[in-house]
């Protein structure tokens, strides 16, 4: 039976598109991969959830920023309309990456700004009109709908991040400081993931970037929280490949669906249980 919960995973697709031809290796391009993500949640659609993937890469453009956070720098000439160029930007990571690692530049050359929009056109709007279009359409049916924007992390912050050098817990779940999600529900995410003894902690050090910005408003029954999962409980980070937990980590990602699923009918029914 279907319920109003989606799942979607912005950053796991590596379908590079022809026009994409970045200057950094390959090896550091796929640092930016939530590699394998779209898989741990593989089972939401059996247990009446949504799961909207994206196919083309993030370091493509990444749906998770803003259309307006982009760096000049990055551009032959001025956007035609005023930015509003974010910290992510600035550290080298909006709509258009700057750079694949610390030090590590995405491109050789300037973009145009046909370019762009055409990365606009093609991936980006698509895929948030389809993410939106369908919180609606179970918002509409339901009254309620709850969001899951599913990522990797890498297990240790990097230059480009605000926790350099520190290690990271096994799940981060972030909801813009109680602002996309009841605090009530983001404490039961992050409680379900730490009785089943992995380390948790809540918007810290990611709050949730602008998917949960857009679509999170607890007030009107719209519950949206980002769900970071530590890359090394489930691959080897060095070589781009599963690990040994790999199966294990999607099972509990397959409980975690159904147990949403099963949260959504009883908050339906006018209760709360864990």
Excluded at 74 to 96: F, Q
Excluded at 130 to 154: I, P, Q, T
Aim: charged letters at 25%.
């Amino acid at each position: 039976m279907a319920v109003p919960v989606v799942f979607d995973s912005p950053h796991s697709g590596m379908d590079w598109p022809a026009d994409f031809m970045p200057a950094a290796p390959r090896e550091a391009i796929l640092t930016t991969w939530d590699a394998f993500v779209d898989e741990l949640w593989a089972a939401a659609p059996a247990a009446g959830a949504t799961l909207l993937l994206a196919c083309f890469p993030r370091s493509y453009i990444d749906v998770n920023r803003a259309e307006d956070d982009i760096d000049p720098t990055l551009l032959e000439s001025p956007w035609p309309v005023p930015l509003a160029t974010t910290d992510y930007s600035r550290r080298g990571m909006g709509l258009i990456r700057r750079l694949a690692l610390p030090g590590v530049p995405m491109y050789d050359r300037r973009l145009t700004i046909a370019a762009v929009m055409h990365r606009l056109r093609e991936c980006y709007h698509p895929y948030r009109t389809a993410l939106r279009n369908r919180l609606d359409e179970l918002h509409r049916a339901y009254g309620k709908v709850w969001h899951f924007n599913c990522h990797s992390m890498k297990s240790r912050g990097n230059g480009m991040n605000l926790d350099e050098g520190a290690l990271r817990p096994d799940i981060v779940v972030s909801d813009r400081l109680g602002r996309t999600a009841d605090p009530e529900f983001t404490r039961w995410v992050a409680e379900w993931f730490t009785h089943r003894g992995l380390t948790v902690k809540i918007n810290d050090p990611y709050r949730g970037g602008d998917l949960v910005a857009t679509h999170g408003n607890p007030a009107q029954g719209r519950q949206s929280v980002q769900i970071e999962i530590n890359r090394a409980l489930y691959m080897d980070e060095a070589a781009f490949v599963r690990g040994a937990r790999f199966a294990e980590i999607g099972r509990l990602m397959g409980e975690f669906t159904r147990a949403a699923c099963d949260l959504s009918r009883t908050k339906m029914a006018g209760s709360l249980t864990r």
